[in-house]
């Protein structure tokens, strides 16, 4: 009797340890943060007339403006209005035209300053003239 109670309390002993090592690389998974990760992403901006050109890209920075900066194709904007991406000038006051970007395809609902980059994220900058 003694003896399955020593093995009932062994196999347990061994679930419990498996449980907690589990949950904690469960854990880790699921809390990475992605700004700490080595990402390849590309950014196409199209010109005015219609004209793209691709930048594929290698960074750590967590944010699509951190990594537009690091790569010389933008200058940081804290408000994150950006005129001029890849020495090209979008000026709202003279023909209003603007910068409007999409990533993997989805139109941003937010400024390139906080979104997030993930690796082999696609992006995409267009000259664009309102009418």
Do not use: C, H
Request: no cysteine; hydrophobic share 40%.
């Amino acid at each position: 009797m003694k003896k399955k109670q020593i093995l009932w309390t062994s196999i347990g002993a061994v679930a419990l340890i498996a449980l907690i090592i589990g949950a904690v690389f469960l854990w880790k998974g699921f809390s990475a943060d992605p700004t700490d990760d080595v990402k390849n992403i590309t950014f196409t901006v199209i010109d005015q007339e219609g004209v793209s050109k691709e930048y594929p890209l290698t960074t750590e920075k967590g944010t699509l403006a951190e990594a537009l900066v690091e790569a010389g194709l933008v200058e940081y904007q804290e408000d994150g209005y950006y005129t001029t991406i890849a020495g090209i000038t979008a000026d709202w006051d003279k023909d209003k035209a603007f910068w409007w970007f999409t990533e993997n395809g989805t139109d941003l609902t937010k400024g390139i300053n906080e979104i997030v980059i993930y690796n082999y994220d696609r992006y995409e900058a267009t000259y664009t003239v309102s009418e």
